[in-house]
């Protein structure tokens, strides 16, 4: 899963703007969506597309290639979960470069299908005279669940997000100097750059040296992804107008109301859960402790790749505050449960350092179906969920109980019609179009 | 009685509009620079005729109202005052509703103004400085961006009004991003001091000030120069396009009412933004010596650090916000115009509408602000039928009435389309319905503002208007409004405000 960048100036002087300078800042804000690889493209006086990618972490990226960052006053950049995953750089017949996130159907691997759609898009550019209307046709013909932001060498900056609408993108300026775009709000902030609102489901928004231009968005409001609020998107972030702080508090909160447990202390394991945590503990009416302290990076376990480096991951994330859970039951929350490493590890380590009884409190439901947007969602054989129930989930992690918040209170906490929740990884329905 | 008007936009066409629903039925002739088709319509069906001229001409224009041998001239845009066409007027014993020249000096120099505020100590100000070179301004921001923190956050503009030189907001409150402001903002300054190299006509080039942030709104006056009449807030949007983003214009679209004050402009806040445009005119007046005849406005913002505070002035009606108060003014103009002229402003009683909201929003070509040239040129279709149906109505901006009857683009912005309600997000709505009734017949794109009037900006204004309302009655209630006040390490407390003033003063004299 890719975090998108896209970042625009206008009027005098914009050729003093370094592009790929503010494009870093914003990416590192993403780096929660994505840490195996990192690109950006930029547009300099000449007009000329320059492009760079590389493996790894957004800093890592940033400070290997130093002064080899490319330079200009336009750009976009990408960081994503997916190895080797870079921008797409179609030359002839219309030069442009992309980045997608999501995934679109026009192939069964997701590089592929982006690959694909770049160059419909370069084609349609060309052939057609009113890009942002051959771009609307465009989204409204390619099926799947995608945002994108294209960067032409005609310095036009495109971006979209398909009638569907799973995948977030949003829009920000500053002054009267600069526009940009970004999959989440915490990235325009970053930026130093004031929020304008979502790009709307089914709208392309096409930023050129005159002006700003949109298409009419769709009249749905679209299928937006549920995951975003349970795990995805950083806390600082607003998703579909949402704020991520207020749905993670709320899923707590619904969390606490429908699967309480007899306990002393609630504990959240870091980062995501802390909050959903905080709405049970304040539903609940027990105290919220500090379980764990985390070592080293922010090392995302579900979206990590390899068994050896999850296990890595976890433990140096998490040593536990003994204090906190000494003697006591406890209520554990966690945003979710994948494989179920994670928890079975943080459910001996609170164990072996002396808690009581630990009921494991998971503030989303059962994921038992991958993805099929592109959301790092394993194979149905690596979901714990999807072979073990509750109970024996439970035996198997070596908790006292264990039990997952239902599709319906998740939808309740969030707080957006059903229809508009593609839950699709928690059920084997939802994102039918 | 026979009325002349200067000025060829969308402000000029509703002053013509409104002229010639007088009950005095005035007979009304127009210099433009343009023929503007709806001025030439109003004058062709009030027995009078637009004619193309230099607006900014003195000679011109006096001829042109000798020849007519109007009673009376109203000075549209600012131009012609800065021309010192009110003056040239004058001087012919014909009355003139325009700030004379020297008048002008508080929307043409941007620093004079501050001056006049910061020496007569009148509220709604900004911290500034002003700089004869590009180094100069880098150097004083670099030495003491560290003891005035407000150095940081600030808005570059030429000191003085300056064709197609914008204005530039730089926030550096991000570390990591320090330099890439400092590099754009050195470059500004450099760009600033060559176009402004030739004007003789002032010391000051560069104007920094300190940036400010929250809701704007415009409070246009008329003034006799005794009273001070205010008319009820605009507010006009700058940015090209939706929620404030893209390239500075001259305003895409205003929305005013249903009273005189916006949803989120407090009263309070209007009677002190009145006496600040006051003070204005009264520090203006004494300091020229000569009377303030006209109309006069002032573009505010409520601030944190004062409440509601100039941005800038006007000396005239804003365009487009001019649309928005003709369309609530009662009272007959002419009356208005009168009284100004006898100077008897204080007896009238001016009344305006507080059932309706306005709003107006602009047309503008593809192009328009930063390619005009490509902007230019395009012949337009208007389907009058459907504006009446829709109860819009059209004031004709930059556009040029050919000889065959055509009308084609002038490269800046178009018409506005203005429609009223009782409520602001109808009467935008209504303009929604109504703006593909204008089109270009060569397929060249036109762009307007959807967002003007909805609920959606409208709860962003409040929002924004709340938080800096929460901060300046702080400063209100702890006695610290207006003021500034820092603490630097190793240098103890600093009064910027303070330094400021010593600047200006000058050298101690021995």
Redesign the interface.
């Known amino acids: 899963m890719p975090g998108l960048v896209g970042f625009y100036t206008f009027g005098e002087g914009r050729e003093n703007w370094d592009a790929s300078h503010f494009i870093h800042y914003g990416l590192s804000a993403l780096q929660g969506r994505g840490q195996e690889s990192v690109s950006l493209a930029v547009i300099g006086p000449g007009n000329a597309l320059h492009t760079l990618g590389g493996k790894g972490g957004v800093e890592d990226f940033f400070e290997k290639n130093g002064t080899g960052i490319p330079k200009g006053f336009i750009g976009i950049g990408q960081t994503s979960s997916y190895v080797d995953d870079h921008l797409v750089h179609v030359k002839a017949p219309y030069e442009l470069v992309l980045a997608l996130d999501g995934k679109t159907d026009l192939h069964e691997n997701r590089g592929e299908a982006s690959k694909l759609f770049a160059r419909q898009l370069s084609q349609l550019l060309h052939s057609e005279k009113e890009p942002l209307k051959a771009t609307s046709m465009l989204i409204n013909k390619i099926g799947g669940g995608y945002s994108f932001v294209a960067l032409t060498h005609k310095q036009e900056l495109i971006s979209g997000r398909n009638p569907l609408g799973v995948k977030p993108l949003e829009t920000g300026s500053v002054g009267f100097d600069i526009a940009a775009v970004a999959s989440e709000t915490c990235a325009l902030d970053v930026m130093g750059i004031d929020h304008t609102g979502p790009v709307e489901t089914g709208e392309v928004i096409m930023f050129t040296p005159e002006d700003i231009r949109g298409n009419a968005p769709a009249a749905d409001a679209g299928n937006f992804c549920s995951y975003e609020y349970v795990y995805l998107a950083r806390l600082d972030s607003k998703v579909n107008t949402l704020p991520v702080a207020t749905v993670r508090n709320n899923i707590g909160r619904e969390l606490a109301k429908a699967h309480p447990a007899k306990a002393d202390v609630v504990i959240g394991v870091p980062e995501t859960a802390l909050p959903v945590a905080n709405g049970y503990s304040q539903e609940a009416g027990l105290p919220q402790e500090l379980g764990f302290v985390r070592t080293g990076e922010n090392i995302r376990a579900a979206l990590e790749p390899t068994q050896k480096e999850r296990l890595v991951g976890v433990q140096l994330k998490l040593n536990p505050v003994k204090s906190a859970i000494e003697g006591k039951d406890v209520v554990l929350v966690d945003d979710s449960v994948v494989r179920g490493n994670t928890l079975h590890n943080t459910v001996l380590n609170l164990k072996r350092n002396g808690a009581h009884q630990v009921h494991v409190r998971i503030g989303s439901p059962t994921l038992i179906s991958p993805c099929p947007y592109g959301v790092e969602i394993p194979p149905r054989d690596e979901l714990v969920s999807s072979s073990l129930n509750e109970k024996e989930l439970a035996n198997n992690v070596g908790a006292d109980s264990i039990s997952f918040m239902t599709v319906d209170e998740l939808q309740h906490a969030i707080g957006l019609p059903r229809q508009n929740l593609c839950m699709r990884c928690f059920e084997n329905e939802g994102a039918t179009r | 009685m026979r009325v002349m008007g200067v000025g060829g936009g969308a402000r000029e066409h509703a002053l013509a509009w409104k002229l010639s629903l007088s009950d005095h039925k005035p007979e009304i002739f127009w210099i433009a620079e343009n023929r503007n088709p709806g001025i030439y319509k109003i004058c062709k069906d009030n027995q009078g005729e637009l004619r193309t001229g230099r607006t900014t001409d003195p000679k011109t224009i006096v001829r042109s109202a000798r020849g007519w041998g109007v009673d009376m001239v109203v000075v549209g845009p600012e131009e012609p005052s800065f021309h010192g066409i009110p003056d040239a007027l004058e001087k012919e014993g014909i009355h003139c509703i325009g700030a004379s020249q020297e008048l002008s000096i508080i929307e043409r120099s941007k620093a004079d103004l501050r001056r006049l505020q910061w020496e007569n100590n009148l509220p709604g100000r900004l911290l500034f400085r002003t700089f004869k070179y590009a180094r100069e301004a880098s150097d004083f921001i670099r030495k003491n961006i560290d003891t005035q923190p407000w150095l940081q956050n600030i808005v570059i503009k030429p000191a003085r009004q300056s064709g197609g030189k ?6 550096d ?2 570390a ?2 320090h ?2 402001k400092e ?2 903002k050195e ?2 300054f450099d ?1 600033l001091q060559s176009s402004m190299a030739a004007y003789s006509d002032i010391e000051d080039k560069i104007l920094v000030e300190e940036k400010a942030w929250g809701p704007e709104y415009s409070l246009q006056c008329f003034t006799d120069g005794k009273t001070v009449l205010g008319t009820p807030l605009v507010q006009d949007n ?11 214009t001259g305003g895409m679209g205003s929305i005013s009412g249903p009273d005189m004050i916006l949803p989120f402009v407090t009263r309070e806040e209007y009677d002190k933004s009145l006496k600040i445009v006051e003070g204005i005119v009264e520090a203006i007046q004494k300091k020229t010596g000569r009377s303030y005849h006209g109309m006069v406005g002032g573009q505010m913002m409520l601030t944190e650090n004062e409440g509601p505070t100039i941005i800038e002035m006007y000396s005239r009606l804003g365009d487009p916000e001019a649309l928005n108060m003709l369309a609530m003014l009662k009272t007959d103009i002419i009356d208005v115009f009168q009284a100004i002229v006898e100077r008897r402003l204080s007896k009238l009683k001016l009344e305006f509408t507080n059932e309706d909201a306005v709003v107006v929003k602009v047309v503008a070509p ?2 328009y602000p ?2 005009k040239d ?1 902007a230019k040129g395009h012949p337009v279709q208007v389907f009058e039928t459907n504006i009446k149906r829709n109860g819009c109505y059209l004031f004709w901006g930059n556009a040029d009435l050919q000889e065959n009857g055509e009308v084609v683009t002038g490269g800046s912005r178009l018409l506005a389309l203005m429609a009223m309600d009782h409520t602001l997000p109808p009467a935008s709505a209504r303009i929604e319905k109504t703006v593909s009734s204008i089109q270009l017949t060569d397929g060249w ?1 036109l ?1 307007h503002r959807t967002d003007i009037g909805s609920e ?1 900006l409208l709860a962003k204004r409040h929002d924004s208007a709340e938080r800096v309302r929460r901060l300046y009655k702080y400063r209100e209630e702890q006695g610290t409004l207006g003021r500034r006040m820092e603490w630097v390490p190793k240098v103890g407390k600093v009064d910027p405000s303070q330094l400021l003033l010593k600047e200006m003063r000058g050298p101690e004299k021995a």
């Open positions: 914008g204005v530039k907001l730089i926030e409150r991000l990591y991003l330099d890439d590099r754009f470059a500004y760009s700058k940015s090209a396009h939706e929620f404030d983003s893209g390239p500075e593809n192009g930063e390619k490509k794109g762009y959606q």
